[in-house]
């Protein structure tokens, strides 16, 4: 089966400017998750879709982040303006099914603000 | 609150010696699931192995091994004969109702196999 993709692989942008991901998850799995990666850390949770619907976003920054889901299928994540604290690499995942569920994770954007 | 504590930062082996990664985790909850995953260069996190708190079972794959000990709240990965691809960055992860089955991962192990 294909893994999660995302892209882009890799993103340089000046601080205040906007930027965008995307993940596309595995097929058939209807939960997607979004995490972020600092370096020398392991990932943090940054918001759960169950479908179409965001679950879990109580760690995500709202003033500056948002994401998306539509059709239950796609993710994006942005944020805007960007700020250079958000330097960092940003992994989607997904699952099939819910609580527990193993999750398999694509290779990740690395985000650099300069 | 849930917490996983992996101490050792970096690890490094000669190729062919065992190597094991500690993980101890906290939480509150009885009934809680535990994870390994493996980091290569490549980025991606790729699952290693799930326990559930009610199986203290310990587990062999090919050369990996776990020791689950709900004792002493500890879930130890070891790696028999390890090989140059072994080298990655090893994470342990908690899930439970107490952090709404949120997976929290611990700060990670890298691990350096050497020729």
């Known amino acids: 089966e294909a893994g999660v993709v995302q892209s882009p692989r890799y993103k340089i942008i000046e601080k205040k400017q906007p930027v965008a991901f995307w993940c596309n998850p595995i097929s058939g799995h209807n939960t997607l998750y979004w995490y972020r990666q600092n370096l020398g850390q392991g990932p943090e949770l940054l918001i759960r879709y169950e479908n179409e619907e965001a679950v879990d976003d109580s760690q995500l920054p709202k003033d500056r982040f948002s994401a998306e889901r539509l059709k239950g299928v796609d993710s994006t994540l942005k944020i805007q303006p960007a700020e250079l604290g958000d330097s960092a690499v940003y992994l989607c995942a997904s699952s099939f099914g819910t609580d527990n569920s193993p999750l398999h994770f694509g290779n990740g954007t690395r985000l650099t603000v300069t | 609150a849930q917490k996983v504590t992996q101490a050792q930062t970096e690890i490094s082996v000669v190729e062919k010696e065992d190597v094991t990664l500690d993980c101890v985790y906290e939480t509150r909850d009885t009934t809680y699931y535990l994870f390994w995953y493996k980091q290569p260069p490549s980025g991606e996190l790729v699952f290693l192995i799930r326990?559930?708190?009610?199986?203290?079972q310990n587990e062999i794959s090919g050369r990996y091994s776990w020791n689950f000990q709900k004792s002493t709240s500890s879930f130890n990965f070891t790696i028999t004969a390890s090989q140059v691809v072994d080298s990655a960055v090893y994470f342990c992860a908690l899930s439970g109702m107490d952090s709404s089955y949120k997976l929290i991962f611990g700060s990670g192990t890298r691990l350096l196999v050497r020729p």
């Open positions: 326990r559930n708190s009610f199986d203290e």
